[in-house]
């Protein structure tokens, strides 16, 4: 069975306590693994976890140029290349976008499921599926470098209103 890392955010919830719960996992990430959480990184993982849904480099620069004047891209683009490797966030290929990581203190490999109608994004651990992955990969001599699965689909919310629209 799959472990759900991080559900579709639920209609309504208290998103302060999140986005606070985040920023302490992620504290604790970086104190176990000796990396530094600086202002900047800090800043940029709490934007990204201002709502679930997925966000993009350039919302983050335009956000960020309003508050700093010395947040110039190429240290925001490296600000969330060390969330990226620190495991704290993730990148939707598909999306060319960021999402908070659910649980940045379990290393894995994760799988998304994205709704396609309200775009939030869930964050599932199924090792079944990279081992079955890696079995076949080393089956063809293939040696993985990177294993990105997105799932497109409608979440449950998305589901009902559609069947909503359509009585
Ligand atoms: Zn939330
Ligand atoms: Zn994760
Ligand atoms: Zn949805």
Same mark, same amino acid.
């Given at each position: 069975m799959a472990t759900v890392l991080k559900s579709f955010a &639920? &209609?309504?919830?208290?998103h302060g306590r999140c986005i606070k719960t985040a920023l302490v996992k992620a504290e604790r990430a970086c104190t176990a693994s000796g990396k530094r959480l600086t202002p900047l990184r800090r800043r940029v993982l709490e934007l990204i976890w201002n709502s679930h849904l997925p966000v993009k480099a350039y919302e983050l620069l335009s956000q960020l140029a309003q508050e700093r004047a010395q947040a110039a891209p190429p240290t925001v683009y490296r600000a969330l290349e060390f969330l990226q490797d620190a495991g704290l966030v993730h990148r939707i290929a598909s999306l060319n976008a960021f999402v908070g990581c659910g649980e940045p203190l379990a290393g894995h490999v994760s799988q998304f499921l994205i709704?396609?109608?309200?775009?939030t994004v869930a964050e599932l651990a199924e090792p079944a599926l990279s081992a079955g992955i890696a079995a076949s990969a080393q089956r063809l001599g293939f040696k993985v470098a990177r294993e990105t699965i997105e799932v497109e689909g409608l979440c449950r919310d998305c589901q009902k209103a559609e069947r909503a629209l359509t009585r």
């Open positions: &639920p &209609p309504a919830h208290d709704c396609t109608r309200c775009g």
